[in-house]
């Protein structure tokens, strides 16, 4: 990996973790990180990267199809990894993300089964946390 990758793919992660952490704690995330996750896909850009921004439809249509089902900002976090990591890439790092979602909620649901607790149905879970590890993931594959 050249220097210039190096850098991307720290800024790309620190970008993540930083929606990951205003995410858990306020959960929104700042269109401003999104804004630049979306320029560092700029910085080499290509058309079949731009073609990634088209992994944020499912989430865009499962949020106006369910009301409160995903945020807006998971929403524009996903379009503008899509665009630095392009389609298939970004689809790889959804399967990743969701998959490790999935996961943390089975285990969060045995834990509450074991400690015999009262768990809410619709529990709120932040996104990015899960989205920003599995597009990391898939980055520093490559």
């Known amino acids: 990996m050249q220097v210039n990758g190096i850098l991307e793919g720290m800024f790309f ?3 993540l973790m930083a929606a990951s952490y205003t ?7 700042p269109d401003t990180i999104c804004v630049l996750i979306a320029l ?5 850009f290509s058309l079949v990267n731009l073609f990634g921004i088209v992994i944020a ?6 949020a106006v199809l ?22 298939w890439k970004g689809i ?3 399967i990743i993300g969701l998959s490790l979602l999935i996961l943390f909620y089975l285990r969060f649901i045995l834990i509450s089964k074991i400690e015999k607790k009262q768990v809410a149905r619709n529990f709120p879970m932040p996104l990015a946390p899960f989205l920003g590890i599995g597009f990391m993931i898939i980055y520093f594959i490559n």
């Open 66 to 87: 369910k009301e409160n089902s995903i945020g807006g900002g998971d929403i524009k976090l996903t379009a503008s990894a899509g665009m630095v990591l392009g389609f």
């Open 13 to 15: 992660s620190f970008l």
């Open 23 to 29: 995410d858990i704690k306020k959960r929104e995330i």
């Open 57 to 62: 439809i499912p989430f865009l249509l499962g």
């Open 40 to 44: 560092i896909g700029l910085l080499r």
């Open 92 to 94: 790889y790092g959804l």
